[in-house]
């Protein structure tokens, strides 16, 4: 790539960055959302973290011995702190560092 690529590369990201952070200010006012939008408000979580857990265990292999426990403790980890907490993030996080920690220790 030359230079003047690589210039209009990150004016382009710029520009696509700031018009993504700005949409929801320009397009929608703030008593009044589409009901599509108030939808994906309500269920993307789990939609993501449905997503999230049907990924990290595809690969596994549960028939061999000890095959599969990591995920499983790291799974019930994760769903405990959320029903704990019933905060999103901290679940992700504290899983994700949960099953971290297995994989390295153990």
């Known amino acids: 790539m ?3 690529e690589i210039y209009v590369a990150i004016a382009v990201m710029a520009l696509v960055n700031l018009f993504t952070r700005a949409f929801p200010f ?3 006012t703030k008593n009044h959302l589409p009901k599509s939008l108030e939808y994906l408000q309500k269920y993307f979580p789990a939609t ?8 990290s265990i595809k690969d596994v292999d549960f028939i061999n011995t000890y095959y599969g ?3 499983i403790l790291s799974i019930s980890f994760t769903i405990a702190i959320h029903l704990l907490l019933k905060n999103y993030l901290i679940s992700i996080f504290g899983g994700t560092i949960f099953y971290m920690a297995l994989v390295q220790y153990f």
Request: charged share 20%; no cysteine.
């Open 26 to 28: 320009l397009f929608f």
């Open 2 to 4: 030359s230079e003047f």
């Open 69 to 71: 426990a990591k995920e």
């Open 48 to 55: 993501i973290m449905t997503i999230l857990v049907v990924y």
